[in-house]
T-cell receptor, first 113, second 115 residues
Framework: GENVEQHPSTLSVQEGDSAVIKCTYS??????FPWYKQELGKRPQLIID?????GEKKDQRIAVTLNKTAKHFSLHITETQPEDSAVYFC????????????FGDGTTLTVKP | SAVISQKPSRDICQRGTSLTIQCQVD?????MFWYRQQPGQSLTLIAT?????????ESGFVIDKFPISRPNLTFSTLTVSNMSPEDSSIYLC????????????FGPGTRLTVL
């Protein structure tokens, strides 16, 4: 089955700096790569996703890059704000069955004001 | 976006008992799933809830322990049977409306503590 590794497990940045979280996956058949943000005590919320037919996707301060050859993808958050503090999960899965995605172990991001 | 609710939001149960968690979606969805998230850890898929047929379970999860129903396109239940303290966790349902975006939405979760 799919195996997703996520790094780092914790990340602390100053407000205004950039944050990068990286994930690798094992199953070359995976072609859907979502990222979720989970605040303490809340449900995971999809913040951005990318499919295998594109290499990069951007939404305001958030961007995701995908390298299918190397089987890794990354989340980039620019101009970080304290409200970006949360646990971020990457996942890898199939295109038409996103729920079957396998999740990484999560990265706890702390943005210091 | 789909709005998903779960009941109960939390419960404390005795060892050996069972708890049924309900998940309601505000619109028809194609796929519904049940996850488990232990404190401070990632999400693990338990099973896919199939409408009108038996659920599809992931490795390590069995129907006798986690029976699932999905009588229609907007509702599903997960039962945690014969509970032990190791079942203490957050249980989340999720739904996916298959289409161009295949976006997955999560319910608020049910926090289960087994004594």
């Amino acid at each position: 089955g799919e195996n997703v590794e996520q790094h780092p497990s914790t990340l602390s940045v100053q407000e205004g700096d950039s944050a990068v979280i990286k994930c690798t996956y094992s199953d070359s058949a995976s072609n859907y790569f979502p990222w979720y943000k989970q605040e303490l005590g809340k449900r995971p919320q999809l913040i951005i996703d990318i499919r295998s037919n594109v290499g990069e996707k951007k939404d305001q301060r958030i961007a995701v890059t995908l390298n299918k050859t190397a089987k890794h993808f990354s989340l980039h958050i620019t101009e970080t704000q304290p409200e970006d503090s949360a646990v971020y999960f990457c996942a890898a899965g199939g295109d038409t069955n996103a729920g079957k995605s396998t999740f990484g172990d999560g990265t706890t991001l702390t943005v210091k004001p | 976006s789909a709005v998903i609710s779960q009941k109960p939001s939390r419960d404390i149960c005795q060892r050996g008992t069972s708890l049924t968690i309900q998940c309601q979606v505000d619109s028809q969805v194609t796929m519904m799933f049940w996850y488990r998230q232990q404190p401070g850890q990632s999400l693990t898929l338990i099973a896919t809830a199939n409408q009108g047929s038996e659920a599809t379970y992931e490795s390590g999860f069995v129907i006798d322990k986690f029976p699932i129903s999905r009588p229609n396109l907007t509702f599903s239940t997960l039962t945690v049977s014969n509970m032990s303290p190791e079942d203490s966790s957050i249980y989340l349902c999720s739904a996916e409306r298959t289409g161009i975006t295949d976006t997955q939405y999560f319910g608020p979760g049910t926090r289960l503590t087994v004594l």
